[in-house]
């Protein structure tokens, strides 16, 4: 399943509506978030992880949302279950948010 793009006025109800959920935050002057972008898309597209919603958010134009997660950089994967982050990190590696993911099963 494609990633669903999440900003400011949508995000809570996202989070209301799945127990599951990985959001990516990115910028559009973001190097590493763009050469990320394929991975993030086959990751969403893996069956193993059919059961988790996949988010992105435009850190620069959702502020509140970034604030919600904490981010310091950029690209920066929050983890989310029921409500809550249960995890967060800022990396280009694909293994760590495997790792992220793995986390919410």
């Not at 950029?74 to 982050?85: D, H, Q, T, W």
Request: aromatic share 12%; with cysteine; charged share 30%.
């Amino acid at each position: 399943m494609a990633a669903e793009l999440a900003t400011d006025e949508n995000f809570k109800q996202f989070v209301e509506d799945n127990g599951k959920i990985i959001v990516k935050y990115y910028a559009d002057w973001c190097g590493s978030c763009k050469l990320f972008s394929p991975k993030y898309k086959r990751l969403s597209n893996d069956e193993k992880f059919s059961d988790i919603l996949f988010l992105v958010v435009n850190a620069e134009k959702s502020p509140e949302t970034r604030k919600f997660a904490g981010v310091t950089n950029l690209p920066f994967f929050a983890v989310l279950k029921n409500g809550e982050i249960v995890d967060s990190y800022c990396t280009n590696k694909e293994e760590a948010v495997v790792s992220l993911l793995e986390s919410l099963h």
